[in-house]
């Protein structure tokens, strides 16, 4: 289960067999409100879900307002990282071509829910 600020991820779990939650749908323009906030953490508690992603293009008030509801809720969840969406990586990141930002992705990804 991958859970990310925005559904942009769907394509990435799709072509990896998993599941993608986002607290918004794949346009950014609109924010999450507080149903959907509070929609979302309770999936979490509910999957027991290790940690939730920020996004390089997505501003990571979302992702810390979801990891506070969490937290209210009684469980913790932790921020894995960022995730390259709409985005390369700057020079020296690690993520300055497409293949490596894929690469990048997944080792975040893994990383953070093993």
């Known amino acids: 289960m991958l859970v990310t600020a925005h559904d ?4 990435f779990g799709n072509a990896y067999g998993f599941e993608v939650r986002g607290l918004q ?3 950014t323009d609109a924010e999450a409100g507080t149903a959907d906030v509070s929609d979302l953490a ?3 508690v509910e999957r027991q879900i290790k940690a939730i992603f920020v996004e390089s293009s997505v501003p990571p008030k979302t992702i ?4 506070a ?3 209210a809720k ?7 990282g960022e995730l390259y969406s ?3 990586g700057g020079e020296g990141s690690g993520a300055e071509n497409y293949i490596l930002t894929v690469k990048v992705n997944i080792d975040t990804i893994v990383d953070a829910l093993k």
């Open 42 to 44: 309770n999936f979490i």
């Open 69 to 71: 509801a969490v937290k």
């Open 74 to 80: 009684g469980f913790n969840v932790a921020i894995g």
């Open 64 to 67: 810390e307002a979801l990891q």
């Open 25 to 27: 749908g794949i346009s």
């Open 8 to 11: 942009a991820f769907n394509y």
């Open 86 to 88: 709409d985005s390369l």
